[in-house]
């Protein structure tokens, strides 16, 4: 893996991250979260958790957003620009975010992701997430099926 240049993860805050998040999604799901399902979201923030990469050029370069609903969070949506893949990010995003969670007071993550998806599955499984189980037909646009993954006692 190649050396993760100078950036930051911080906390969703304020309209302009919201629509870097909003064009992130665009860039990497074929059915996007809409700005009415992030506005939804964002009344809760004490449940909905959505952290921002930073680099010096883009100020929003990737997001993840999770749920923490008591002891767990449930990781909704992660994606980096389609520039800014492959350079170690996703892997130091999914960590902070493992460790704000068990800050949190989380002891065990869930995820979904597409059984076509090889490399998020890949790095999932280096994070220690498990297939737990699988949602027939789960996504549209293209059908697939969804695998359900865990990662629990956090050690992150
Ligand atoms: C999945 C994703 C968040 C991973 O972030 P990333 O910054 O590319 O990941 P990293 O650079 O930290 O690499 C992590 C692993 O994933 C692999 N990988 C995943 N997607 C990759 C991509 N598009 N390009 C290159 N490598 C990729 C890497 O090879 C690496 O595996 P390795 O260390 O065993 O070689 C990112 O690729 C992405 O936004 N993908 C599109 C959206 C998506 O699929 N989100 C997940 C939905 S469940």
Known sequence: ?????????????????????????????????????YNWELQNRA???IYIVRTPECSV?????????FDEIH???IALRPQYRGRGYG??????????????GA????LEVRTGNT?????YERLGF???GTRRNYYTNPVEDALILWRDDQVG
């Open 1 to 37: 893996m190649n050396v993760v240049p100078a950036f930051r993860i911080d906390l969703l805050e304020g309209e302009q991250d919201l629509e870097g998040v909003l064009e992130v999604e665009r860039e990497s799901f074929t059915s996007p979260w809409t700005r009415e399902m």
């Open 47 to 49: 449940v909905c958790h």
């Open 61 to 69: 370069a990737g997001f993840c957003a999770f749920w923490l609903v």
């Open 75 to 77: 990781i909704n949506n």
């Open 91 to 104: 892997t130091a995003l999914m960590d902070h975010v493992l460790a704000e969670a068990k800050r949190l």
């Open 107 to 110: 002891k065990r993550a869930t």
């Open 119 to 123: 490399g998020a599955r890949r790095l």
């Open 130 to 132: 498990y297939v737990a």
